[in-house]
């Protein structure tokens, strides 16, 4: 059928006719405006609260609710202690920068910056497999990895998530709910201690906001009773 | 004064003769009018006994008149039409529907600058768009577009609309030549050669339609169609309309075979060098071909002005005279009675609408009910009306259908052009003509 001549610009005329009687696509666009597709987000953006501090927690919350996964993000826990990351491990250093920590109004503990460094998964896999990838069980795992390894690591954490199946995010709050687990080694959790040896200048700077910040709250705040 | 005579000093020489011709022309028209209406008798006399010319000034003057909004029509159509079929909505801000953005591109074009090239022969230059568009007009004149109603009947009428269709050959190679760009003499050759290549099989595939009608003359044509639309060429001569369709096409330089103006392909073609009215007399030329070119496909194979189906003649003697001064009566309580038998309905029912909302409804209903009784009243009574009616209907048909291509087709190359020309439509136009010179010769022999 194909074969006979002419064939195609029928079909051809019979598509643009079809077409001709249509509805048509064009919105008149300074005096319709189309409503926004529900999953649109608009640009990405981090919000400053009125004293010029990140809003944002950390809390992974909209990398989670993400549903195309773009969103990638690091920083430093509520407590401003651990470095965090949601990601991809090779995008991780970048965003802890100490100018974008400073920027972000937290205080930068400078020992505790450690390059991402794999680690031997071997032990995770093997307490992972003696608690049968059981995410209901993720205190225990916790607990296992951080007796193997002394602390908890990024690397295995993210495992766990891979192969549990849990969230990355839920692992860490547990993980960070509990104050016996902690993400770095021992040695490096003296922080403050380390930034007063290694920065005085800063640490006496940051004593005296501190003791400024105390009693009366924020600056431009009505003191507290 | 001055302001006058710098205001004359800044026009070019052809501002110049347009600012002296058209007053002329005018105050001329006005004294004549004038003149007939003092002297009255003898200059009628003189008119009526030269009533030929007169009928050939006034002919030549309409037709030319009526290319410009028939040209406004055609390009406000394809636009809209090609948007249509874009699922676009197309131009829509300038008049009803945008109706209007044709001729707001037509005063563009008056505006913009008429430019000639250093270099390009001056005259030729000028002269070309005025040959182009006069071969489209000129061949307007032998087509019948209604009982009575036509610039000539010719005996030769369709050759010598092959004759001055041929004379935009003529022109197109003016244009290129006389740019002074070799790129305008590159399109203009191009152009001329798949015209003159079309222009073969457009001919050949006529001759058939002329040995069975047995006159060359387009009204003669007009009239052995009339009764049932069986009695159309098309059916006698299928393969003749296929192929005159198709080189028609490539004759008015329409989509698939478009490549004189290809605008993605050659700059232009031959008008390169071209702008302003310059190139809006190229333009208007292309867009009154189409109408030229479905006008004569109408003419030759679809009955022309003729109703498909003879209408039962009503007879429709209303003798006006016989009402007296009840006529003045009719004409002028008419309307007002009609208004207000339409408004009565919409105030009657509905409490809603006040009395002089039902009365400009009313109004607006009196008027198309007139208009509708008028516009019967000419098509039953006057047989041009209907004439006319069917072959602006035909022949509009027709300007969609080009249209449509233009939005479905894609352009062929110059090789497949040349060769669809030369290896195809030529012999099957040579076979068409063969076939029915054969078949002729068969029946009235066995006739006589």
Redesign the interface.
């Known amino acids: 059928v194909s074969f006979v001549p002419g064939l195609g610009?029928v079909k051809?005329?019979a598509?643009?006719?079809r077409?001709?009687f249509?509805?048509?696509?064009?919105v008149?666009y300074p005096e319709v405006r189309r409503d926004v597709p529900h999953k649109f987000r608009g640009r990405l953006q981090l919000l400053y609260d009125e004293w010029g501090t990140l809003k944002c927690e950390t809390c992974f919350q909209c990398a989670q609710a993400c549903p195309i996964e773009c969103i990638d993000m690091g920083g430093i826990d509520t407590r401003g202690r651990y470095h965090v990351h949601w990601g991809a491990p090779e995008t991780y250093g970048e965003r802890r920068e100490e100018s974008a920590l400073r920027r972000s109004g937290r205080t930068v503990p400078d020992p505790a910056y450690r390059p991402f460094q794999p680690v031997d998964l071997g032990e995770v896999d093997r307490i992972l497999e003696e608690f049968d990838h059981d995410p209901g069980r993720m205190l225990e795992i916790l607990e296992a990895t951080q007796a193997a390894y002394g602390y908890l690591p990024v690397a295995a954490l993210k495992r766990i998530s891979h192969v549990t199946g849990a969230w990355y995010a839920m692992i860490y709050g547990t993980a960070s709910y509990y104050a016996h687990l902690r993400f770095e080694p021992p040695a490096a959790t003296d922080q403050a201690a380390e930034v007063a040896r290694m920065r005085p200048a800063e640490a006496t700077y940051l004593t005296a906001l501190g003791s400024a910040l105390d009693g009366s709250g924020r600056p431009g705040e009505p003191a507290r009773a | 004064m001055t302001v006058i005579a710098r205001g004359w000093d800044r026009l070019t020489l052809p501002g110049k003769l347009v600012f002296t011709l058209v007053p002329l022309l005018l105050a001329l028209t006005v004294a004549l009018v004038a003149v007939i209406v003092v002297f009255g008798q003898p200059i009628i006399d003189i008119l009526v006994a030269n009533l030929p010319i007169v009928r050939f000034v006034v002919a030549v003057t309409v037709i030319l008149v009526m290319t410009v909004p028939t040209a406004f029509l055609i390009i406000y159509m394809e636009m809209k039409i090609i948007a249509l079929m874009n699922l676009r909505i197309g131009p829509d801000r300038v008049g009803p529907f945008g109706s209007l953005l044709s001729t707001v591109h037509g005063l563009k074009v008056l505006m913009k600058e008429d430019f000639t090239p250093t270099g390009a022969d001056s005259l030729v230059f000028t002269w070309a768009p005025v040959v182009v568009y006069l071969a489209s007009v000129m061949s307007l004149l032998v087509i019948p577009f209604a009982p009575g109603l036509f610039g000539f009947d010719l005996n030769l009428g369709l050759l010598y609309f092959f004759a001055v269709g041929g004379l935009s050959v003529v022109g197109l190679l003016m244009a290129g030549w006389s740019s002074y760009n070799k790129y305008s003499l590159l399109g203009g050759l191009r152009a001329a050669a798949q015209v003159v290549s079309y222009e073969i099989p457009l001919t050949l595939s006529v001759v058939g339609l002329m040995l069975l009608a047995g006159t060359m003359s387009l009204n003669q044509i007009v009239l052995q169609q009339s009764g049932w639309f069986t009695d159309w060429y098309i059916f006698q001569q299928p393969l003749g309309a296929l192929i005159f369709f198709i080189a028609a096409t490539a004759e008015a330089n329409r989509t698939p075979f478009d490549l004189t103006e290809a605008d993605s392909e050659i700059v232009a073609g031959f008008a390169t060098e071209y702008s302003g009215m310059r190139f809006g007399f190229f333009f208007f030329a292309e867009y009154v071909n189409v109408f030229i070119v479905s006008a004569l496909f109408v003419t030759l194979f679809l009955g022309g002005w003729n109703a498909p189906f003879p209408l039962p003649a009503v007879p429709l003697d209303i003798d006006l005279a016989s009402f007296n001064v009840g006529l003045l009566f009719i004409a002028g309580l008419s309307p007002v009675i009609l208004t207000l038998l339409f408004a009565a309905p919409f105030y009657l029912i509905s409490s809603r609408v006040k009395w002089w909302q039902a009365l400009i409804i009313g109004f607006v209903l009196a008027n198309l009910f007139i208009v509708a009784l008028l516009g019967a009243w000419a098509y039953i009574g006057l047989d041009w009306v209907a004439g006319i009616l069917w072959f602006m209907g035909k022949t509009y048909f027709f300007v969609f259908t080009f249209v449509w291509m233009r939005g479905t087709l894609p352009r062929v190359r110059i090789d497949q052009l040349m060769d669809f020309a030369w290896k195809w439509l030529l012999p099957v136009s040579l076979l068409n003509l063969f076939v029915t010179a054969a078949a002729i010769v068969v029946i009235r022999s066995g006739q006589s």
Do not use: S
């Open positions: 610009i051809g005329m598509l643009t006719l077409r001709f249509e509805p048509k696509v064009t008149m």
